[in-house]
């Protein structure tokens, strides 16, 4: 019976399909983020930008949308025109609100799909982004200062922190891990974590450290009274907002001057990592990217703390320099 249900609801939310079938726009959305997402943040982000142009739109259909809508949206955007703050959106903001409508109007205009007879951002372009992520990381000491405050407040926030920067976990990732997710190697010689609802839907297993193993341990038996936690026991029931503010209020409090946020922990995971000596596939693989190349935006930093070219002049020059 619960299968049927399910089955009933996910054919409401999917209707059958033919390309004369005239749907509502609500209807074409839903069966995009039913087809095409599967991440919970993923989707609603998705929404959120899907929902944000039909405003824009003042009841122009979707089917009806054309390269002039969407190039006039993404102008809305850039220039703060039509917003109720009036203020700009930064490049990243604006590719946030674009790509999800990219993708869109890309799968609707699929063949053996055809709900819309053409795409009308074939030509348009996502802006240009800033990789700032270089420069947002932690020293060593800037970690142990920081985790240091986050002990004084409590097992779960050390937890949290220590979670960040050793195994490089995004905010959603970590307030969703359940004890069930935890499971030794074939030889039971150490504990790897699955994260099973990463960016994308993808799924991915993380090494998980053996000291931070028994603080784990320590903390599940604390939450449920007993030597044995459940599998469906959620280790962190903190939200992924919450989350932020803890790192943030961590960060307010150390001498340091930068404000870090836990992504800030996510690239420190990979600076260090490198750092220390560690592969390129192997932080690719822990953090979960699709692509080498957004690993190897981390190895330019490291790169530029090794010895560079100036270093290598002063030594051949050092008999004339005080």
Avoid at 50 to 62: A, K
Avoid at 148 to 153: D, K, S, T, V
Avoid at 181 to 192: E, K, M, P, V, Y
């Amino acid at each position: 019976m619960k299968t049927e249900n399910n089955l009933l609801a996910l054919r409401q939310k999917i209707p059958s399909h033919s390309p004369d079938h005239n749907y509502t726009d609500e209807q074409i959305i839903q069966m995009f983020l039913s087809v095409c997402t599967t991440a919970p943040n993923t989707r609603r982000n998705y929404y959120r930008a899907i929902s944000d142009f039909q405003n824009f739109l003042s009841g122009i259909p979707l089917k009806d949308v054309t390269w002039r809508e969407i190039e006039a949206y993404k102008l809305s955007l850039t220039q703060g025109i039509y917003r109720t703050s009036g203020r700009p959106l930064a490049p990243a903001s604006v590719a946030a609100f674009i790509a999800p409508l990219k993708s869109f109007f890309k799968w609707g205009s699929e063949d053996g799909i055809s709900i819309f007879q053409h795409n009308p951002t074939a030509s348009v372009r996502i802006p240009t982004t800033t990789v700032t992520s270089r420069r947002h990381y932690l020293t060593k000491n800037e970690v142990g200062e920081l985790l240091e405050i986050l002990r004084e407040q409590s097992l779960r926030n050390y937890l949290i922190g220590l979670s960040l920067v050793l195994l490089g976990l995004r905010v959603s990732e970590l307030s969703g891990i359940r004890w069930g997710d935890f499971h030794n190697d074939a030889l039971g010689t150490s504990t790897w974590l699955t994260i099973s609802h990463a960016k994308r839907g993808k799924v991915r297993e993380v090494k998980v450290p053996q000291q931070l193993w028994k603080l784990y341990l320590e903390h599940a038996r604390s939450l449920c009274d007993t030597s044995d936690p459940d599998q469906d026991l959620v280790l962190f029931q903190v939200t992924p907002r919450q989350i932020q503010r803890i790192i943030k209020a961590a960060g307010e409090r150390s001498r340091f001057v930068k404000r870090p946020t836990p992504h800030w922990l996510r690239h420190t995971n990979a600076t260090l990592a490198l750092l220390q000596g560690a592969s390129l596939q192997q932080v690719q693989e822990t953090l979960g990217h699709s692509h080498i190349n957004t690993t190897q935006r981390y190895l330019h930093t490291v790169e530029q703390m090794k010895k560079a070219a100036p270093d290598f002049v002063q030594d051949c020059l050092q008999e004339y320099i005080d």
